[in-house]
């Protein structure tokens, strides 16, 4: 009987297992190389590697800033690397003497000024302006401003008012104004006593700068009646004298601090 002949496909089936085999060889050759390797790491390497991954876990945890959404300017991202510490921002000192200096020249500017406004009526004596070195005073008679017995701005005060307001405009001088009277009683619904006569016309004044652009900030209003008189008050012309409004324009900014 004749022997089978063994095919090209069976003999190729029983050694499969080289295959196989060769294979399990490669990955075993491959792990011995791998723990000769870690049996011969550099220690100062490995020590390197250690304090590395220890300072990454051990760094503070960082937080991101949320991306505002909207038409919202963007700022420049600012890095690590630019952990720049900005100089500190170290104002001059002021110099009170020079400030002070400068603040009278220019209190004798606006004297200079107000003279001009009112050159004719000063060269005629209606009015006057006192000076200093920490204040002037524009001394207005009341008949220039308000009728008799009255607090009401007849129409030539707006005039007068509009001269001043040009002198005090775009400053920050403080400006008190003082009413005055003579001592000739008044006794009407409105004006009880000349206390209420003239702390009103002193009011109207403030109140009329104040049309004009002056910051109400840098006003008061006082009002003296007849107890601060400049003449006596037993002749016509010393009561004339004594009816007046005095305008006390201050060197400094400050409406607490103006005195004469």
């Known amino acids: 009987m004749r022997r089978r002949r063994q095919s090209q496909d069976d003999l190729h089936n029983k050694e499969r297992w080289l295959i196989s085999y060769a294979d399990f060889i490669t990955l075993l050759f491959a792990f011995f190389v791998v723990m000769y390797s870690v049996s011969s790491v550099n220690e100062g390497k490995y020590k390197v590697l250690s304090e590395t991954l220890t300072g990454v876990f051990n760094a503070p945890q960082r937080s991101f800033q949320p991306i505002a959404v909207g038409d919202q300017p963007q700022r420049a991202a600012v890095t690590e690397s630019e952990d720049v ?19 009278s020249d220019d209190l004798r500017d606006m004297a200079d000024q107000l003279a001009l406004e009112f ?59 003082e009413g005055f009277t003579d001592n000739q009683p008044i006794r009407t619904t409105r004006f009880p006593s000349n206390w209420e006569l003239s702390a009103a016309r002193a009011a109207a004044v403030v109140r009329m700068l104040g049309m004009e652009g002056i ?20 002749t016509e012309e010393g009561r004339r004298r004594n009816r007046r409004v005095v305008l006390l324009i201050s060197r400094d900014a400050s409406i607490r601090g103006v005195m004469r």
């Open 85 to 103: 510490i900005a100089p500190a921002v170290t104002e001059a000192p002021r110099n009170d003497e020079q400030d002070t200096r400068e603040r």
């Open 119 to 177: 050159d004719d009526l000063i060269n005629r004596g209606v009015v006057t302006l006192e000076t200093n070195e920490r204040w002037l005073a524009l001394n207005l008679p009341d008949s220039l401003l308000f009728g008799s017995g009255d607090a009401e701005p007849h129409y030539d005060s707006f005039e007068v008012i509009e001269k001043i307001a040009r002198v005090l405009r775009d400053r920050d001088n403080a400006v008190k104004v």
């Open 215 to 234: 910051e109400p900030e840098r006003l008061a209003a006082v009002g003296y009646g007849q107890h601060q008189p400049v003449a006596r008050n037993d």
